[in-house]
T-cell receptor, first 111, second 109 residues
C-alpha cells in the first residue's frame, strides 16, 4: 500500500499566485487533515474532513480552501499565496480513534 | 491556540539515559497519541493511549495519562543516538486531531 501520497514535494510561488496541493490515501479512512508546520514549531490544523462530503475549519484556515473530492482525495488550495504561507504542509488520514498516517510533506516557498 | 502544550521544549541527554517529556491539554479527549518526527520528515506514530487507560508500554516507550490533570508523559528508556528527533503529543477533539508544540530531543553518543 502507498499509504498517504502528497504532491508536489516542493513548490516555489510568487506572491499572488494560486496552487493546489493534492493528497490521496488508499487505506479507506474516513478522516483526512491538512496541517502546516513552520520552522521549529508544531503542526497547526488548517482544515479537516471527518467524512466524504464534509469539511471544517481548523486552527488556521484563513487564506486556504479545501475540497474532499471523494473518500480517497483531499486537496488544499491557496487562492492568492502570501509570504506568510511559506511552510511545510502535511496531509494525514485516519480511521477515527486510531493512529494517523502522514504524507511526506510539501515544502512551499512564497516569494 | 494549540490543544497540547509540551515541556520541555528541548531536552539533551547522553546515550543510555532516560528521557521524559510531558504534554498538557485543554479539553476532554477520547485518546492521546505520541508521534515522532525526524528532521524534515513526516510524522510517525509511536503509541496511542485511550482515555480509560492510565499507562501503556511499547518496547522502550512508556506513556502515562492522567485525565484529571489533563496531562500525559512519554518516557523513553535507555535512549540511543537514533532517538534524536522531535516528539509530539496529539489529542482528538471531536473530529479534530490537534498536535502539541513538541519536544526536541537530542541524544549524544
Amino acid at each position: 500500500n502507498a499509504g498517504v501520497t502528497q504532491t508536489p514535494k516542493f513548490q516555489v510561488l510568487k506572491t499572488g499566485q494560486s496552487m493546489t496541493l493534492q493528497c490521496a490515501q488508499d487505506m479507506n479512512h474516513n478522516s483526512m487533515y491538512w496541517y502546516r508546520q513552520d520552522p521549529g514549531m508544531g503542526l497547526r490544523l488548517i482544515y479537516y474532513s471527518a467524512s466524504e462530503g464534509t469539511t471544517d475549519k481548523g486552527e488556521v484556515p484563513n487564506g486556504y480552501n479545501v475540497s474532499r473530492l471523494n473518500k480517497r482525495e483531499f486537496s488544499l488550495r491557496l487562492e492568492s499565496a502570501a509570504p506568510s504561507q511559506t511552510s511545510v504542509y502535511f496531509c494525514a488520514s485516519l480511521r477515527f480513534g486510531t493512529e494517523a498516517f502522514f504524507g511526506q510533506g510539501t515544502r512551499l516557498t512564497v516569494v | 491556540s494549540q490543544q497540547g502544550e509540551e515541556d520541555p521544549q528541548a531536552l539533551s541527554i547522553q546515550e543510555g539515559e532516560n528521557a521524559t517529556m510531558n504534554c498538557s491539554y485543554k479539553t476532554s479527549i477520547n485518546n492521546l497519541q505520541w508521534y515522532r518526527q525526524n528532521s524534515g520528515r513526516g510524522l510517525v506514530h509511536l503509541i496511542l493511549i485511550r482515555s480509560n487507560e492510565r499507562e501503556k508500554h511499547s518496547g522502550r516507550l512508556r506513556v502515562t495519562l492522567d485525565t484529571s490533570k489533563k496531562s500525559s508523559s512519554l518516557l523513553i528508556t535507555a535512549s540511543r543516538a537514533a532517538d534524536t528527533a522531535s516528539y509530539f503529543c496529539a489529542t482528538d477533539d471531536t473530529d479534530k486531531l490537534i498536535f502539541g508544540t513538541g519536544t526536541r530531543l537530542q541524544v549524544f553518543p
